[in-house]
């Protein structure tokens, strides 16, 4: 069965330093759950800091940006790596390695779309 998600249709979670939208994957976030995950999230010095966290591999469609990085690294102390964000940018956040994102102004923000092989719920951030 074909089935649209609608972003405005969607029930927004909060978490730190973000909110999300699941379009298809955990049972709770949205109405249909699935083997992936697939959504949006909205990521702004507003939301709070980010923490630092890995899990399997994600890739997101940078929908807008404004002021945006993502700083990773293998390890939790060796995230040195730090790279500007644009709109229309693919990115991969490899298995295991950790990440963030994280603003240079106070209206800085991040919008992206979200796909994992896996459903939501996997993430460690310590």
């Not at 330093?17 to 949205?30: D, K, L, M, P, Y």
């Not at 945006?68 to 730090?82: E, H, L, V």
Request: proline share 5%; net charge negative.
């Amino acid at each position: 069965n074909h089935i649209t998600k609608r972003k405005e249709d969607l029930k927004e979670g909060k978490m730190p330093g973000r909110v999300a939208a699941a379009a298809f994957g955990q049972e709770g976030i949205a109405a249909i759950p699935a083997e992936c995950f697939v959504g949006y999230a909205a990521f702004a010095p507003k939301y709070g800091q980010m923490k630092p966290h890995y899990h399997e591999d994600e890739y997101m469609y940078i929908v807008d940006a404004k002021d945006a990085f993502i700083t990773y690294g293998p390890t939790k102390d060796s995230m040195n790596t730090r790279e500007a964000l644009k709109a229309g940018e693919i990115i991969r956040a490899k298995d295991g390695e950790w990440h963030l994102f994280d603003f240079d102004s106070e209206d800085g923000f991040l919008s992206i779309i979200a796909f994992f092989g896996v459903p939501v719920g996997h993430t460690k951030e310590e």
